[in-house]
């Protein structure tokens, strides 16, 4: 058979993207993300070879700089950078939700002028939903935007931006007046333009500085804070008009993000499972190989099993969202299933390195830090289960 997570119908330019991806990750990631994450440095020469390869502007099209490919190839592109390293999909996955959403709503002059940067990864994109206190119930943001003449003005604190610091364009979601019965008709997404760095990088928009984690590593999350930013209409995701449509282009960035989230999983996955089968090949115990014995050989299966499962979910999803059809249940079955795996699948490949695995000279340490992100990353698995079992009851209603 062949080795796991292979994905069938992928054309010869796909092919030659992941080849050059996973050898990328190969030579230039996974040799150096041990020290990079325990030192908790950003990646620089990491990035710089990314926007070489173009990969900052894989999916945005052609006519903007970018190289027009699909949610699925991105999907698969994440996969093996996060086989790397976690963090590197990280800085990817928000600038890619960004230029997903100027590209699926936003206004001619808005992708005129963003895409082109945002390809060659000159400006990079952070996305913002969550607050100090919200997280699931995005209906419960506080930021505001009111309106003041032809402008609006913004106040509210954000919380959990990957790429907050580093980004120069943050897609933001606050509420606005606009006299919708829903509350998710009076919320509007602002583009927010900054400079890199952290402190004031733009009149009233404050980067207060970077959050301490468990993992995750290398990559910044930070908090904004918004105190009387200033904008004017064009601000607004697609333009003036589009003001009260800002929850639903949101929620359509974010089946985007639970299909990243889904290959990240898998990528991890992959990775511990290379590093156990390996590892259980070379440790003797009882006179054989670890391999040998049963129980880790069924270890081993249940691992290989769970990751071809979560693959194949996650590339169903992507091509769902290709194909142009809503994928909502699809990509939190994607997430939920990937996510949940890969935090089983990285504990067995832990327990199958014994002590070895407590060692942060060992890189299944790192995994099993990274791991636990993923089942709250973009929806907790129960959020997940509340928007496949909503989808599953609509679809077999009686």
């Known amino acids: 058979m062949a080795r796991l997570a292979q994905t069938p119908g992928l054309t010869d330019v796909q092919q030659s993207i992941l080849e050059t991806v996973r050898d990328f990750a190969d030579k230039e990631i996974i040799p150096h993300a041990q020290r990079l994450e325990h030192a908790d440095e950003y990646p620089t020469d990491i990035l710089d070879g990314m926007r070489e390869m173009g990969l900052f502007g894989l999916t945005i099209d052609e006519e903007y700089g970018g190289l027009g490919e699909s949610l699925l190839t991105y999907a698969l592109v994440v996969e093996q950078l996060s086989r790397g390293w976690m963090s590197i999909s990280g800085i990817v996955n928000t600038h890619f939700i960004v230029a997903y959403l100027i590209s699926q709503?936003?206004?001619?002059?808005?992708?005129?002028?963003?895409?082109?940067?945002?390809?060659?990864?000159?400006?990079?994109?952070?996305?913002?939903?969550?607050?100090?206190?919200?997280?699931?119930?995005?209906?419960?943001?506080?930021?505001?935007?009111?309106?003041?003449?032809?402008?609006?003005?913004?106040?509210?604190?954000?919380?959990?931006?990957?790429?907050?610091?580093?980004?120069?364009?943050?897609?933001?979601?606050?509420?606005?007046?606009?006299?919708?019965?829903?509350?998710?008709?009076?919320?509007?997404?602002?583009?927010?333009?900054?400079?890199?760095?952290?402190?004031?990088?733009?009149?009233?928009?404050?980067?207060?500085?970077?959050?301490?984690?468990?993992?995750?590593?290398?990559?910044?999350?930070?908090?904004?804070?918004?105190?009387?930013?200033?904008?004017?209409?064009?601000?607004?995701?697609?333009?003036?008009?589009?003001?009260?449509?800002?929850?639903?282009?949101?929620?359509?960035?974010?089946?985007?993000?639970?299909?990243?989230?889904?290959?990240?999983?898998?990528?991890?996955?992959?990775?511990?499972?290379?590093?156990?089968?390996?590892?259980?090949?070379?440790?003797?115990t009882f006179g054989q190989p670890l391999a040998r014995h049963q129980a880790i050989a069924f270890k081993l299966a249940e691992m290989g099993t769970k990751i071809e499962a979560a693959h194949a979910l996650m590339v169903n999803a992507a091509r769902l969202k290709d194909a142009g059809q809503r994928n909502d249940v699809e990509a939190g079955m994607a997430k939920l299933l990937a996510s949940e795996y890969c935090a089983e699948v990285v504990q067995e490949a832990f327990r199958i390195h014994g002590g070895y695995g407590y060692s942060k000279e060992y890189e299944i340490e790192r995994l099993m830090r990274e791991a636990p992100f993923l089942l709250i990353g973009e929806g907790t698995s129960e959020i997940q289960k509340t928007i496949i079992s909503r989808g599953l009851l609509k679809e077999y209603k009686i």
Request: charged share 20%; hydrophobic share 35%; with cysteine.
């Open 105 to 284: 709503h936003g206004s001619a002059e808005q992708k005129a002028r963003l895409l082109p940067k945002m390809a060659t990864g000159e400006v990079r994109g952070a996305f913002s939903m969550s607050e100090p206190e919200t997280g699931s119930d995005v209906s419960a943001i506080k930021s505001r935007a009111v309106r003041d003449g032809d402008s609006y003005v913004l106040n509210g604190q954000k919380m959990w931006l990957t790429n907050g610091a580093y980004s120069s364009v943050v897609a933001t979601l606050v509420k606005t007046d606009t006299g919708a019965e829903s509350v998710y008709g009076n919320m509007s997404t602002f583009l927010l333009e900054k400079e890199p760095g952290f402190g004031e990088t733009a009149p009233g928009l404050t980067i207060p500085g970077k959050i301490e984690k468990m993992g995750y590593k290398g990559v910044e999350t930070t908090e904004m804070v918004l105190d009387g930013v200033t904008v004017p209409d064009s601000a607004i995701l697609g333009g003036a008009d589009q003001v009260g449509r800002g929850f639903y282009q949101m929620m359509d960035g974010i089946e985007v993000g639970r299909v990243n989230v889904a290959a990240r999983a898998c990528g991890i996955s992959i990775r511990a499972f290379e590093l156990a089968v390996q590892y259980a090949q070379q440790r003797k």
